[in-house]
């Protein structure tokens, strides 16, 4: 299920005429192999409706959209954040879109910090803040939205991998 390509980071919905019960935004080279797909998983026998990745489907404006459409669908957005979740421009799409229709239409969110200090994303800090700095280059404009984003979503009480008995 791995893939060292850039598009294994693309969710794709088998649906988007229904709302989902759970998006979950995660950097698949940081976390595919492991609580991602046990997520997965344990959401299927339960019939709680989720996106799954698709490493077939190239980035671009529609897959963007399709994104957006499925976080504005969904009840609750589980955000892993892990070392390299701010790498990628889509992941920091997605939290703006989960983070902006949290504060529209109250929909739940919940950070894990997957071997990632909660601190160094709240402050901006680290691979975070490097993160970032590389994104001044490209996405000048969205970069403030993503910052807030960051700092809005680490300020939510989450789980800590670190944290957990075998994590």
């Known amino acids: 299920m791995s893939s060292s390509s850039s598009h294994s980071d ?22 595919r192999d492991n609580i991602v797909d046990h997520l997965f998983t344990a959401f299927a026998p339960k019939e709680i409706s989720t996106y799954k990745y698709d490493p077939t489907v190239p980035v671009d404006k529609s897959i963007v959209h399709t994104l957006m459409k499925a976080i504005k669908d969904s009840q609750i957005s589980l955000v892993r954040f892990s070392e390299n979740y701010a790498d990628y421009f889509l992941c ?12 529209e239409r109250g929909i739940i969110v919940m950070p894990v910090f997957y071997h990632v200090d909660p601190i160094d994303v709240q402050k901006l800090t680290g691979k975070y803040g490097e993160a970032l700095e590389k994104h001044e280059l490209k996405n ?8 807030k984003a960051l700092v809005d979503a680490s300020s939510i009480v989450g789980w800590e991998v670190n944290h957990i008995a075998n994590g």
């Not at 000048?140 to 910052?147: C, I, L, R, T």
């Open 10 to 31: 693309i969710l794709v919905s088998s649906s988007l005429s229904r709302n989902l019960d759970v998006f979950v935004s995660f950097k698949s080279s940081d976390t």
């Open 92 to 103: 920091l799409e997605e939290l703006a879109c989960i983070m902006k229709c949290k504060d």
């Open 140 to 147: 000048k404009d969205k970069v403030e939205s993503w910052k």
